[in-house]
């Protein structure tokens, strides 16, 4: 059986997107992410597939501030794929993610705001490693 178009796609475009980074090809870096998250197609990828994708790119190690177009787009798609998700699945590990997103877009209350409703959320599932996580994004607020 072979991988749907949409996996296929994702696959691609995260693994010229992991090769850009390890050359430090920030703006082409970013170039391949906000089309993939804006992509009518990423919805159709599963939840993990689409979470994953998006860790990759926000938790990316001394990726520089996004100031350029194609970075600042980047951003704004993964916040909408990510309170998507957030809407439809109140996963923890989600409000981090769309937390960090604000951060890197300059929208420290919108952070502080998500991380807290993620903490409300890990606590309600008696899910202390997660507890942690917000409770440390917190502290720096």
């Known amino acids: 059986m072979s991988e749907n178009a949409p996996v296929v796609a994702l696959k691609a475009a995260v693994k010229s997107a ?10 082409e870096f970013y ?29 990316t190690k001394g990726l520089p ?18 309170s998507r998700l957030v809407a439809e699945f109140r996963h923890s590990r989600d409000y981090e993610l769309l937390g960090l997103t604000h951060q890197r877009l300059g929208d420290e209350p919108g952070a502080k705001k998500v991380f807290q409703a993620g903490l ?10 997660t507890c942690g996580v917000f409770l440390r994004h917190l502290a720096n607020f």
């Open 18 to 27: 992991i090769a850009l980074a390890r050359e430090s090809r920030w703006d």
């Open 120 to 129: 409300e959320v890990a606590q309600a599932g008696n899910d202390g490693d």
């Open 65 to 82: 501030a996004p100031t350029t177009q194609a970075a600042i787009h980047a951003y704004q798609s993964a916040w909408y794929a990510l």
């Open 31 to 59: 170039s391949v992410y906000g089309p993939l998250f804006a992509a009518p197609t990423f919805a159709e990828d599963t939840p993990e597939d689409q979470r994953q994708a998006l860790k990759l790119m926000i938790m």
